[in-house]
């Protein structure tokens, strides 16, 4: 069985955007989609620099982690993305970096919350933070599913970010809306205490966001 030539590039390019976005360094992090239909995921090769990757390159798997096709292995962190497609039907793309903002949440156990209008527009929610888990089977995924909430994204304590979405593209776009918006809310928190918005408004924010932000898709 194989997968789709169009998942394997969209995970190839959500792999490049989040290296283009800073969000990773040479080949830490990873990104993946599934083909919920035929029950296959793709996902980066364990270990390979991200400017030395190509579509073929990408690794196919089963839902258990069964690798179907790919001359490389796949990213160790393969389980957790497993764990969440198992679990959140929903979910059509992980995306897994070490950015270095959100990382500094991370590594305090704190999570990010709806400070800004852009949170609330993005994540509709506080981000929240999984105390420290080991990586040991499905620690990590378990712990994400327990502590995810509303955001598109968590925080590992003293690790690093999971974001996900309906596509990779989805999931990438909240990684790297993640690390902006941690990036404001260090700088404003060294600058003083800033204040969540009222959960009313933060409602007010997602909901305009997600129903007329953006221009309308055109049918093919």
């Known amino acids: 069985m194989k997968v789709s030539e169009r998942l394997r590039r969209e995970v190839w390019e959500a792999n490049l955007g989040i290296f283009r976005a800073g969000l990773v360094t040479m080949h830490s992090g990873n990104a993946s989609g599934i083909d919920r239909k035929r029950g296959l995921v793709v996902i980066k090769p364990s270990g390979m620099d991200y400017d030395k990757l190509r579509p073929e390159d990408m690794v196919v798997t089963d839902i258990e982690g069964r690798k179907i096709s790919g001359r490389w292995n796949p990213s160790v962190d393969l389980p957790h993305h497993l764990y969440l497609y198992r679990h959140c039907?929903?979910?059509g793309g992980v995306i897994h970096t070490h950015s270095n903002y959100a990382t500094s949440f991370a590594l305090l156990g704190r999570p990010i919350p709806v400070y800004l209008t852009a949170i609330a527009d993005e994540f509709g929610a506080e981000i929240p933070c999984v105390p420290y888990t080991d990586?040991?089977?499905?620690?990590?995924g378990e712990g994400i599913l327990k502590y995810m909430g509303?955001?598109?994204?968590?925080?590992?304590?003293?690790?690093?970010?999971?974001?996900?979405?309906p596509t990779p593209r989805a999931a990438l776009k909240a990684a790297v809306m993640l690390e902006d918006v941690a990036k404001t809310c260090h700088l404003a928190l060294l600058l003083g205490k800033p204040k969540p918005l009222p959960e009313k408004e933060v409602r007010k924010w997602y909901d305009r966001y997600h129903t007329t932000y953006g221009q309308p898709v055109k049918k093919a």
């Open 89 to 91: 039907p929903e979910i």
């Open 135 to 140: 990586n040991q089977g499905d620690h990590i």
């Open 150 to 165: 509303k955001a598109p994204a968590v925080l590992l304590a003293q690790h690093g970010a999971f974001t996900f979405g």
